[in-house]
């Protein structure tokens, strides 16, 4: 039986030449772990620490390293270890040490992502994965 692929869309925030908020639209858990080892290996090449504010189903040490990232550059916090989001996020981001902040929107509020995209006048990029609900179309499914 043949299935549709997913479809990610990316929502930027600042038409800026680097956006500083990009919305990554996933499916599945599936694809939203392959656009964040896209996106982990687009941070690892920048000047600078990588921050990853994740829930517990993300890559694993070994996934990573597989994938040729370097985990010396990133740092993992738990959702259930932080106390205070707004602060984390916006020291992060105006620190100066960070290149990107990845985060999930079940996470971080869409009035939050709005916010930190009037204020932030930072060079670090924050990026945040949130899962669209695909409804079944006619045209997107295919036959057998």
């Given at each position: 039986?043949?299935?549709?692929?997913?479809?990610t869309?990316?929502?930027?925030?600042?038409?800026?030449?680097?956006?500083?908020?990009?919305?990554?639209?996933?499916?599945?858990e599936i694809?939203?772990s392959?656009?964040?080892?896209?996106?982990?290996h687009?941070?690892?090449?920048?000047?600078?620490?990588?921050?990853?504010i994740a829930?517990?189903?993300?890559?694993?040490?070994?996934?990573?390293?597989?994938?040729?990232?370097?985990?010396?550059?990133?740092?993992?916090?738990?959702?259930?270890?932080?106390?205070?989001?707004p602060?984390?996020?916006?020291?992060a981001?105006?620190?100066?040490?960070f290149?990107?902040v990845i985060?999930?929107?079940?996470i971080v509020?869409?009035?939050?992502?709005?916010?930190?995209?009037?204020?932030?006048?930072?060079?670090?990029q924050?990026y945040?994965f949130?899962?669209?609900?695909?409804?079944?179309?006619?045209?997107?499914?295919?036959?057998?």
């Amino acid at each position: 039986m043949l299935q549709s692929i997913s479809v990610t869309r990316i929502k930027s925030y600042n038409a800026a030449s680097e956006p500083v908020v990009q919305v990554i639209h996933t499916e599945d858990e599936i694809s939203a772990s392959l656009e964040l080892l896209k996106v982990l290996h687009s941070c690892n090449q920048k000047q600078g620490w990588t921050l990853l504010i994740a829930p517990d189903n993300v890559p694993n040490k070994a996934m990573l390293q597989s994938c040729s990232i370097d985990s010396s550059k990133l740092l993992v916090i738990r959702q259930k270890h932080l106390v205070n989001l707004p602060y984390v996020l916006n020291s992060a981001l105006h620190n100066g040490n960070f290149a990107a902040v990845i985060t999930w929107t079940d996470i971080v509020s869409p009035s939050q992502l709005d916010a930190l995209a009037l204020t932030t006048q930072s060079k670090a990029q924050l990026y945040c994965f949130t899962r669209t609900r695909h409804t079944a179309t006619p045209d997107s499914l295919l036959m057998c």
